[in-house]
């Protein structure tokens, strides 16, 4: 027989890669959400230096947008949004997009009046 | 008995959304005033220390962390870990709490809280900005402690085989909830200690 030849399936070989399968695939998901903390913190860490700088009135900009970005990871990785239903994200992203809009409408309604 | 766990993971993402909503309004608010008083927000906003808002930053991301960590281990069949992991994020929730009350202490040591002679005698702006500090850090001082309290009694019914890995929704959605807290405060951060306008 030759080497190349694909193992004979039996009932009990698939038992261990079936068993060592979700340990891999548990420990594949710990390392991404380590490394999505350590985005949080190097992305908490830019918002301070950020902070330092003289943006002016795009300071606000700024953070908002970092905070944006690190309220994105937490919720598309730690609170598993990838994996939810279509709708879900789209009511997550509205609330989002409402509160901007009317942001953006009450800055221009001080600003201009 | 029967448990919908699609519809209880729908309801708690409609629940966190109108969270998410109630907050929303707030920063309008805080929007609104801090356009209308920039010099004074600014002069209000120099006065909290960034060290104990970047530390506040880290302590809820890095629970945020925990959690995510309890729901994979819990579902991976480590109950034991899951339960450690969740011991760690309840740690550092009180840790948290125990920050801000060294910063409220602080502030209410100088006379700056609602209401407070020293407080009400600065300009129209500057109380305008407490009050909102304190409405806002208060109500998501509140959701961390209702989070943390939920975060006990799911580490416990885990310990009792009530929250097992097939059967891990309780803890899904308790995890959902303290990772909206950590959202929230996500926002909040820049806002009062960062943002001078």
């Given at each position: 027989?030759?080497?190349?030849?694909?193992?004979?399936?039996?009932?009990?070989?698939?038992?261990?890669?079936?068993?060592?399968?979700?340990?891999?695939?548990?420990?594949?998901?710990?390392?991404?959400?380590?490394?999505?903390?350590?985005?949080?913190?190097?992305?908490?860490?830019?918002?301070?230096?950020?902070?330092?700088?003289?943006?002016?009135?795009?300071?606000?900009?700024?953070?908002?947008?970092?905070?944006?970005?690190?309220?994105?990871?937490?919720?598309?990785?730690?609170?598993?949004?990838?994996?939810?239903?279509?709708?879900?994200?789209?009511?997550?992203?509205?609330?989002?997009?409402?509160?901007?809009?009317?942001?953006?409408?009450?800055?221009?309604?001080?600003?201009?009046? | 008995?029967?448990?919908?766990?699609?519809?209880s993971r729908?309801g708690m993402?409609?629940?966190?959304?109108?969270?998410?909503?109630?907050?929303?309004?707030?920063?309008?608010?805080?929007?609104?005033?801090?356009?209308?008083?920039?010099?004074?927000?600014?002069?209000?906003?120099?006065?909290?220390?960034?060290?104990?808002?970047?530390?506040?930053?880290?302590?809820?991301?890095?629970?945020?962390?925990?959690?995510?960590?309890?729901?994979?281990?819990?579902?991976?069949?480590?109950?034991?870990?899951?339960?450690?992991?969740?011991?760690?994020?309840?740690?550092?929730?009180?840790?948290?709490?125990?920050?801000?009350?060294?910063?409220?202490?602080?502030?209410?040591?100088?006379?700056?809280?609602?209401?407070?002679?020293?407080?009400?005698?600065?300009?129209?702006?500057?109380?305008?900005?407490?009050?909102?500090?304190?409405?806002?850090?208060?109500?998501?001082?509140?959701?961390?402690?209702?989070?943390?309290?939920v975060?006990?009694?799911?580490?416990?019914?885990?310990?009792?085989?009530?929250?097992?890995?097939?059967?891990?929704t309780t803890l899904e959605n308790s995890g959902l909830y303290?990772?909206?807290?950590?959202?929230?405060?996500?926002?909040?951060?820049?806002?009062?200690?960062?943002?001078?306008?």
């Amino acid at each position: 027989m030759s080497s190349d030849t694909p193992p004979i399936a039996t009932p009990n070989a698939p038992a261990k890669p079936a068993a060592a399968k979700p340990a891999a695939n548990a420990a594949q998901q710990l390392s991404t959400a380590i490394g999505i903390w350590l985005y949080l913190l190097a992305l908490t860490g830019l918002t301070v230096l950020g902070s330092l700088v003289h943006f002016g009135h795009l300071a606000i900009v700024v953070c908002l947008g970092i905070a944006s970005t690190k309220a994105c990871l937490v919720g598309w990785h730690f609170m598993e949004l990838k994996h939810e239903e279509p709708l879900v994200g789209r009511l997550f992203v509205g609330a989002f997009a409402l509160i901007g809009i009317l942001l953006i409408i009450l800055l221009f309604d001080v600003w201009f009046r | 008995m029967h448990q919908d766990h699609a519809g209880s993971r729908f309801g708690m993402w409609i629940f966190l959304l109108s969270e998410l909503l109630l907050f929303g309004a707030l920063f309008l608010m805080y929007g609104f005033y801090a356009s209308r008083y920039p010099g004074e927000f600014s002069h209000a906003a120099k006065s909290l220390s960034v060290i104990h808002g970047t530390t506040n930053t880290v302590v809820l991301l890095t629970s945020s962390l925990l959690v995510a960590l309890a729901v994979i281990r819990l579902k991976s069949g480590a109950a034991r870990n899951a339960i450690w992991n969740l011991s760690g994020a309840l740690l550092l929730a009180l840790t948290f709490l125990g920050i801000k009350a060294v910063e409220w202490g602080a502030k209410f040591h100088h006379g700056i809280y609602p209401g407070a002679p020293e407080l009400l005698a600065r300009p129209k702006g500057e109380i305008v900005f407490f009050n909102l500090y304190y409405v806002i850090t208060g109500l998501h001082a509140i959701h961390v402690i209702i989070g943390a309290t939920v975060l006990a009694i799911v580490a416990l019914m885990i310990h009792r085989g009530r929250v097992t890995a097939g059967e891990p929704t309780t803890l899904e959605n308790s995890g959902l909830y303290w990772h909206l807290v950590d959202v929230i405060w996500i926002y909040v951060f820049p806002l009062f200690y960062l943002v001078v306008p």
